[in-house]
């Protein structure tokens, strides 16, 4: 394995590196999805059993993956690939790149609302309960709008991506996207 490579659980290869930045985007959309699963799992759980450690830990995991790795993700599309796309001679393409970057910020403020939840899982005690009917909404519409936009990446802007940035230039996004994760 080369010093640009992470092991993902659920990549078909056995590492997946920088060097091949779309995989790692792709491999990022994986980890959404379990992240997404996780939490949905925890919500059944709180509403049976509580706060308890294993939910204590599973709101930790959820949020340790929006609060670090989703805007990481998300930074690197904005960088590499909405300011290459924005451009581009297929309107399709460009509009999908103003609808990602709004879901964005769509997912941001969405994700503010539910993390005060999530924070209040990990942290346990009193505070800790099932959740409002409008947190279950904020819960419900992160997922949704998140199993769109992967959609619409991997069928219209990665596609694109790919055809319109030349090896040289997928090196140094994937060298910037390792740079960006060593910084933090």
Do not use: K
Not at 166 to 184: S, W
Request: aromatic share 6%; charged share 25%.
């Amino acid at each position: 394995m080369n010093a640009n490579s992470v092991c993902l659980p659920g990549v078909h290869s056995p590492a997946v590196g920088f060097d091949q930045p779309f995989e790692m985007l792709e491999a990022c959309h994986e980890r959404v999805q379990r992240s997404l699963d996780l939490l949905q799992r925890l919500i059944a759980h709180v509403d049976q059993h509580g706060c308890d450690a294993d939910a204590r830990s599973a709101a930790a995991d959820v949020l340790r993956y929006f609060d670090v790795a989703a805007p990481l993700h998300h930074e690197d599309e904005e960088q590499h690939l909405f300011s290459a796309l924005g451009q581009h001679p297929d309107v399709r393409v460009r509009a999908t790149v103003v609808t990602l970057e709004n879901d964005h910020l769509l997912m941001t403020a969405i994700w503010q609302r539910l993390r005060a939840v999530l924070v209040r899982w990990q942290a346990g005690g009193a505070g800790c309960g099932p959740m409002t009917e409008t947190e279950r909404t904020y819960a419900s519409d992160f997922a949704q709008a998140y199993q769109r936009h992967i959609r619409l990446e991997e069928d219209v802007l990665y596609p694109a991506a790919r055809a319109a940035l030349d090896a040289p230039t997928q090196r140094a996004m994937g060298h910037e996207m390792a740079a960006r994760r060593r910084r933090d």
